[in-house]
C-alpha cells in the first residue's frame, strides 16, 4: 500500500486505486448484506423507503466525506443511488412476499 503522495509513476497510481475499488467492492457487499435483512423487518412496514433515515444516512456520509478530504456532493450522489437500488431491491422483495 502507498500514500498517494508515495507514488512515483502512473502504474502506481493505478496499483492503488485498483487496490481500493478492490476493497470498496468489498464493504459495499458487506453493506449489501444489511440491505438483504432490512427488508426482513420491513414486511410490517408500508413502504420500504424511510425519509428520515434516507436523510440521516446522506447528511452522516456528507459529514465523514468532508472530512475525509472527499467532496460531500460526490459522496451524496454515490449514496443517493446506493439507497436508490437498496429501496428498489426491498420494495420488490416486499411486493414479492
Known amino acids: 500500500m502507498k500514500k498517494a503522495a508515495d507514488c512515483e509513476t502512473m502504474a502506481d497510481v493505478r ?5 481500493v475499488d478492490s476493497k470498496l467492492v468489498d464493504m459495499l457487499a458487506e453493506r449489501w ?9 420491513k ?9 428520515w433515515r434516507n ?8 459529514e465523514r466525506a468532508s472530512v475525509a478530504g472527499m467532496p460531500p456532493e460526490m459522496a451524496e450522489a454515490l449514496w443517493r443511488l446506493i439507497i436508490g437500488w437498496g429501496i428498489q431491491y ?8
Open 15 to 19: 496499483a492503488e486505486i485498483d487496490r
Open 33 to 41: 448484506t444489511y440491505v438483504d435483512r432490512a427488508w426482513v423487518f
Open 43 to 51: 414486511r410490517t412496514a408500508a413502504e420500504a423507503s424511510v425519509p
Open 55 to 62: 436523510r440521516e444516512v446522506i447528511e452522516k456520509v456528507r
Open 90 to 97: 426491498e420494495e420488490e422483495r416486499l411486493r414479492d412476499r
